[in-house]
C-alpha cells in the first residue's frame, strides 16, 4: 500500500484553514511533549509554570512570552522584553502557513540543569521549514541580546523532545477507494519539529492531484467537525456546485461535468453496496440508471437521473459526498492522546487580532466554505 506526505499548502489550503490546522496540530505536539517529558508545569499569566507553550493566551504573544521570560529571569524587565518582541514583528511570508511573525517559539521549557530549550513546529516543505529556522534564529538572537541585561539568561534550540509521531485522522473511502490520512510529526533538526499529512491508499495507484486533494478533504473535514465545538453550534457548508451544463438523457452531457457525476455516483455506490459506473465521461445507460436511483434513494421529485447545474440533484451528491468525507473522520487516536479543552484553545480568537498585511480571510467559515468551493471545482477539473 502506498503511502505519500505532504503538507496543507503543497495540497493547495488556504492559509487561513492551513493555519487553524497548525493549531491543531499544535496541541497534539503539546501533548506528546508533555508525556515524553513525564509530565509540564504549564505556564499561565500570574504563575510561575515551567513550560511555555505558544497557544490563545489572554494577552498577545509578545506580552505571554515576556511574561514567561521575565518570571523565570527576574533580572529582566517585562516591557521591555515585549517591546523588543514587538519591534522584532517580521514581514509577511506568503510561504509561512501559519503566519507566524513574531519571536515566539512554541515550546519552551525553564528547568535549569535539566532542560533549558526551545522548540518550533512548522509544515514539512522547503518553505515551512526555512520560515521555521529564521523563527529559531530570531529567537535566539533575542536571547543573545536580553542577555545584556540578564548574563545568566540562556535557552538552546532542543535536542531532548524527538518524537516520530503518526496518529490516525481520516479512514474511509474517496470516490471507491480505501484511504488512509495519518498526521506525522517529528524533529527535523535540533529545535525545529515539522509534521506533514500521509495519505495511505489500499488498490491501485492514483494520482499525485488526488492525493492532494483526499489530503484537502481531510483537513477540511477535521477542522469542520471540530470548530463548531467551540462556537457552540454546527457549521454548515455552503457552495455554488461546478457543474457547467445539464446532463442526464435530455441533457447537454459535457465530458467533463459526466466523469464529475460518474465520481460523485462511485462515492455514493460504494456506500450503498451498488456497482461503481465506469468514470469515462460517457452518458450512458450505467450512469443514467445510478444518478435515477441515487436520485429515489434521496427521495428526490425527479427521478429520470436529470441534473441541471445548482439543482437538488448535484447538490445531494455533493453534499453526501462532503457527508461521507466528515463520517470518515477518525478521534479514537487523537482521544487517545488528549483532547479536553482542545477546541477551546486553537480555535479562540487570536489575541494579536486580524493581521490585515496577510492575505487571509478573517473568518474561519468563509474560509471553509472557500475551501470546500475550491476542492470541488478541482475535483470537477481534473477527475
Excluded at 45 to 57: A, I, Q, V, Y
Excluded at 140 to 167: C, H, N, W
Amino acid at each position: 500500500m502506498p503511502t505519500q506526505c505532504f503538507v496543507p499548502s503543497e495540497s493547495g489550503v488556504r492559509r487561513r484553514v492551513s493555519s487553524a490546522f497548525g493549531h491543531i496540530v499544535e496541541w497534539f505536539v503539546k501533548q506528546e511533549y508533555c508525556l515524553a517529558k513525564g509530565g509540564c508545569s504549564e505556564f499561565s499569566l500570574g504563575g510561575n509554570g515551567t513550560d511555555f507553550f505558544d497557544e490563545n493566551s489572554t494577552t498577545t504573544r509578545c506580552r505571554f512570552l515576556a511574561a514567561y521570560l521575565a518570571t523565570h529571569n527576574p533580572l529582566l524587565d517585562e516591557g521591555f522584553i515585549s517591546s523588543t518582541c514587538e519591534i522584532r514583528k517580521r514581514p509577511v511570508d506568503p510561504d509561512d502557513d501559519e503566519n507566524e511573525r513574531f519571536a515566539v517559539p512554541d515550546i519552551i521549557s525553564h528547568e535549569p540543569g535539566v532542560r533549558m530549550e526551545f522548540y518550533e513546529l512548522k509544515a514539512n516543505s522547503a518553505a515551512g521549514k526555512a520560515a521555521g529556522r529564521v523563527k529559531i534564529d530570531a529567537f535566539q538572537a533575542m536571547v543573545d541580546f536580553l542577555r545584556q541585561t540578564d548574563p545568566g539568561i540562556k535557552y538552546e534550540r532542543g535536542t531532548l523532545f524527538d518524537p516520530d509521531r503518526s496518529i490516525l485522522i481520516w479512514d474511509g473511502t474517496w470516490l471507491g477507494s480505501p484511504v488512509k490520512a495519518h498526521l506525522h510529526f517529528f524533529r527535523e533538526e535540533e529545535g525545529l519539529l515539522v509534521y506533514e499529512i500521509c495519505v495511505t491508499i489500499s488498490g491501485q495507484l492514483i494520482a499525485e492531484v488526488f492525493l492532494k486533494a483526499i489530503i484537502k478533504l481531510a483537513v477540511l473535514a477535521v477542522i469542520l467537525l471540530l470548530a463548531p465545538a467551540a462556537a457552540g453550534g454546527v457549521a454548515v457548508l455552503a457552495w455554488n456546485s461546478p457543474l457547467t451544463d445539464s446532463a442526464g438523457p435530455d441533457g447537454a452531457n459535457d465530458t467533463q461535468d459526466v466523469r464529475y457525476l460518474q465520481a460523485l455516483l462511485n462515492d455514493w455506490a460504494n456506500q450503498v453496496g451498488r456497482t461503481p459506473v465506469d468514470v469515462d465521461g460517457v452518458l450512458a445507460g450505467p450512469t443514467i440508471d445510478a444518478l435515477a436511483a441515487f436520485q429515489s434513494a434521496s427521495g428526490l421529485d425527479d427521478t429520470g437521473g436529470n441534473v441541471s447545474p445548482g439543482d437538488v440533484t448535484v447538490a445531494s451528491l455533493e453534499r453526501a459526498h462532503l457527508e461521507h468525507a466528515a463520517a470518515s473522520v477518525t478521534f479514537s487516536e487523537m482521544q487517545e492522546i488528549g483532547m479536553d479543552g482542545m477546541v477551546e484553545v486553537v480555535f479562540a480568537d487570536d489575541p494579536d487580532g486580524f493581521d490585515p498585511e496577510a492575505d487571509v480571510e478573517p473568518d474561519l467559515l468563509v474560509a471553509l466554505n472557500n475551501e470546500a468551493q475550491q476542492y470541488l471545482q478541482d475535483l470537477h477539473d481534473s477527475v
